[in-house]
Nanobody, 123 residues
Framework: QVQLVESGGGLVQVGGSLRLSCAAS????????MGWFRQAPGKEREFVAA????????YYADSVKGRFTVSRDNAKKTVYLQMNSLKPEDTAIYYC????????????????WGQGTQVTVSS
């Protein structure tokens, strides 16, 4: 079992940056692929990024590639999402999630979810 708690969301202007964190409980954090998803009002939850068990491989949605960076610190049981050059369309609730399989963009394949953190980009 893994419990996840996101933090770091907030209000930022267009072009600004935010760094989200997701802290995990449990002893087996390094056994989980970690993903970030987001959900805007009236839209489905969509994949943003994923990172492999050791952090050597990453995978991004085309909409954030080159602007967002996912990383993890297994010793701190934390995964991060650095978001740069933010756009109004990045406004959403951001969720981290964990799965014991491979890096996936399908939310149905993730076993554990955090409660989310709001990111609002103002123009």
């Amino acid at each position: 079992q893994v419990q996840l708690v996101e933090s770091g969301g907030g209000l930022v202007q267009v072009g600004g940056s935010l760094r989200l964190s997701c802290a995990a409980s449990g002893r087996t954090f390094s056994n989980y692929v970690m993903g970030w998803f987001r959900q805007a009002p009236g839209k489905e939850r969509e994949f943003v990024a994923a990172i492999s068990l050791g952090g050597s491989a990453t995978y991004y949605a085309d909409s954030v590639k080159g602007r967002f960076t996912v990383s993890r610190d297994n010793a701190k049981k934390t995964v991060y999402l650095q978001m740069n050059s933010l756009k109004p369309e990045d406004t959403a609730i951001y969720y981290c999630a964990a799965n014991r399989g491979t890096m996936q963009r399908s939310r149905d394949l993730y076993d554990f979810w955090g409660q989310g953190t709001q990111v609002t980009v103002s123009s």
